[in-house]
């Protein structure tokens, strides 16, 4: 079956660090674009980042010099290192797999959405 | 950042109703957007891709359709299944950016 499992949550203090794992037992995550979501209590869905297969990573404004997305391909897992964290990145994070199509040699050509998610993990960022 | 604004924020309908929900890019995104379902406590579901792609295992109660800025999600004829949250995410350029959700709920 593919599936992402999410891992690594908790509480942790503002200012601190935390790293969140993302396995992925059915598929290569190598060869995949894989991104993380998150939501806020209550909240909305937030795009927080994404890395091609071919290493590529992008990330969205709020998270970009403090937030690393990067993998292991011989663990087959995502990950997202976070740090300086604050009160506005408790959330539940969401791991999920982008489907893209190449075209002439161009990739990514298409973008066909993100299939596959795992239920989350939860970081509270309080003291 | 392009600007993703969905509208109603919230919405109430009956069982066979069709509804429509919007979304409006800041900028033209051409075909480049995904629709997606969340019901509470779980993870979202893909529904339509490329603006109106209807993904595999979808009902095909669902269509999505627009270019440029303007887009619409209808569901045709609502199932009990289908109240739920929707979000639209622009797919053109990098930061990505979600629509604010669209709440539907039973009349």
């Known amino acids: 079956e593919v599936q992402v499992v999410e891992s690594g949550g908790g509480l942790i203090q503002p200012g601190g660090s935390l790293r969140l794992s993302c396995a992925a037992p059915?598929?290569?995550?190598?060869?995949?674009?894989m991104s993380w979501v998150r939501q806020a209590p209550g909240k909305g869905l937030e795009w927080v980042s994404v890395?091609?297969?071919?290493?590529?990573?992008y990330y969205a404004d709020s998270v970009k010099g403090r937030f690393t997305i990067s993998r292991d391909n011989s663990k087959n897992t995502l990950y997202l290192q976070m740090k300086s964290l604050s009160a506005e990145d408790t959330a539940v994070y969401y791991c999920?797999?982008?489907?893209?199509?190449?075209?002439?040699?161009?990739?990514?050509?298409?973008?066909?959405?993100?299939?596959?998610w795992g239920q989350g993990t939860t970081v509270t960022v309080s003291s | 950042a392009i600007q993703m604004t969905q509208s109603p924020s919230s919405l109430s309908a009956s069982v066979g109703d069709r509804v429509t929900i919007t979304c409006r890019a800041s900028q033209g995104i051409r075909n480049d957007l995904g629709w997606y379902q969340q019901k509470p406590g779980k993870a979202p579901k893909l529904l339509i891709y490329?603006?109106?792609s209807l993904q595999s295992g979808v009902p095909s109660r669902f269509s999505g359709s627009g270019s440029g800025t303007d887009f619409t999600l209808t569901i045709r004829s609502l199932q009990p299944d289908d109240f739920a949250t929707y979000y639209c995410l622009q797919d053109y350029s990098f930061p990505y950016t979600f629509g604010q959700g669209t709440k539907l709920e039973i009349k």
């Open positions: 490329a603006a109106s």
């Open positions: 059915g598929f290569i995550v190598g060869s995949n674009y």
């Open positions: 890395i091609y297969s071919g290493g590529s990573t």
């Open positions: 999920a797999r982008d489907i893209i199509g190449c075209s002439g040699g161009k990739c990514p050509y298409y973008y066909y959405g993100m299939d596959v």
